[in-house]
Nanobody
């Protein structure tokens, strides 16, 4: 199993920045891809960004391209989501997730086996 713990959420004004962290523990050597998802109030969980844990290839939702950056620190088993130019529409609970098997559907929540508890991000206008 893989345990994931997110941190770094909070309240920020529009145009501001936050960096989310996701610390992984357990069978981290088995992780193939790490993803960030978010769930706005009253809406379904949606894909934000993902990273191939070994090769480092990254993927982004169109809504965050150019504003968000996913990165990793292998030594710390931690993945980050740097969020810049935040907008009120970015308000959501943000989750990190991991998957151990190869999959092309990195954008689907159903692909991922393990999830963190989530961290709230609120962007005020």
């Amino acid at each position: 199993q893989v345990q994931l713990v997110e941190s770094g959420g909070g309240l920020v004004q529009a145009g501001g920045s936050l960096r989310l962290s996701c610390a992984a523990s357990g069978r981290t050597f088995s992780v193939y891809i790490m993803g960030w998802f978010r769930q706005p109030p009253g809406k379904e969980r949606e894909f934000v960004a993902a990273m191939n844990w070994i090769g480092g290839r990254t993927y982004y939702a169109d809504s965050v391209k150019g504003r968000f950056t996913i990165s990793r620190d292998n030594a710390k088993n931690t993945v980050y989501l740097q969020m810049n130019s935040l907008e009120p529409e970015d308000t959501a609970v943000y989750y990190c997730a991991s998957e151990s098997d190869y999959s092309r559907t990195y954008y689907s929540p159903n692909t991922y086996d393990y999830w963190g508890q989530g961290t709230q991000v609120t962007v005020s206008s």
